[in-house]
């Protein structure tokens, strides 16, 4: 069964790098992309971005543009979201999801990746 | 960008009741649109794809309709389990969107 295994919590100070990890399996990685959901405490989901199983493509929230990177390493099939200069309000629990087979519509997801921003 | 309203915000409703929850998109997604649940602590759900289509092991009460700007998710009768969160969103255009989220609770 597809499943995906992200990174434990994290507690970094504003103006810091996080950098999340998402661990695929039960399936062949190199054939689909990894996106990335957050939900800040509280609030609605909110989407942050796409990358290629081969990071050719990527696409951003421009919320996060210039902030954050996503990157894959099929050799371990695992998918990295960095996020930099962190700010409180992006504190949140941080999701990667995989597509339903073609459809581009998330169907398996993340156990969550809690990060919180704090002085 | 894509903006998806929700509604109502809260929907308070009885188990055997049916609930009716809307999305309205700003422009038209075609039927590029899926519904999700989320419980407290819990990953979302994916229940209706490209609107009317049920995930794999979503139960019948479970229904989408609607196209262009204007969708419906629809439970027959509700089930304990079904009081949760439930969330639209677009894959028609980047960035993709959600909605801000239906509260279906227990009346």
């Known amino acids: 069964q597809v499943q995906l295994v992200q990174s434990g919590a994290e507690v970094k100070n504003p103006g810091a790098s996080v950098k999340v990890s998402c661990k695929g399996s039960?399936?062949?990685?190199?054939?689909?992309?990894i996106s990335w959901v957050r939900q800040a405490p509280g609030q609605g989901l909110e989407w942050v971005g796409w990358?290629?199983?081969?990071?050719?493509?990527?696409k951003y929230a421009q919320k996060v543009q210039g902030r954050v990177t996503l990157t894959t390493d099929t050799s371990t099939s695992t998918a990295y979201m960095e996020l930099r200069s962190l700010r409180f309000d992006d504190t949140a629990v941080y999701y990667c999801?995989?597509?339903?087979?073609?459809?581009?519509?998330?169907?398996?997801w993340g156990q969550g990746s809690l990060v919180t921003v704090s002085s | 960008e894509i903006v998806l309203t929700q509604s109502p915000a809260t929907l308070s409703l009885s188990p055997g009741e049916r609930a009716t929850l809307s999305c309205r998109a700003s422009?038209?997604?075609?039927?590029?649109l899926a519904w999700f649940q989320q419980k407290p602590g819990q990953a979302p759900r994916l229940l209706i794809y490209?609107?009317?289509n049920r995930a794999t092991g979503i139960p019948a009460r479970f229904s989408g309709s609607g196209s262009g700007t204007d969708f419906t998710l629809s439970i027959s009768s509700l089930e304990p389990e079904d009081f949760a969160v439930y969330y639209c969103q677009q894959r028609s255009n980047w960035p993709r969107t959600f909605g801000q989220g239906t509260k279906v609770e227990i009346k």
């Open positions: 990358i290629s199983s081969n990071n050719a493509n990527a």
């Open positions: 490209d609107a009317s």
């Open positions: 422009q038209s997604v075609s039927s590029y």
């Open positions: 999801a995989r597509a339903l087979d073609g459809s581009g519509y998330f169907a398996y």
């Open positions: 039960g399936y062949t990685f190199s054939n689909y992309g």
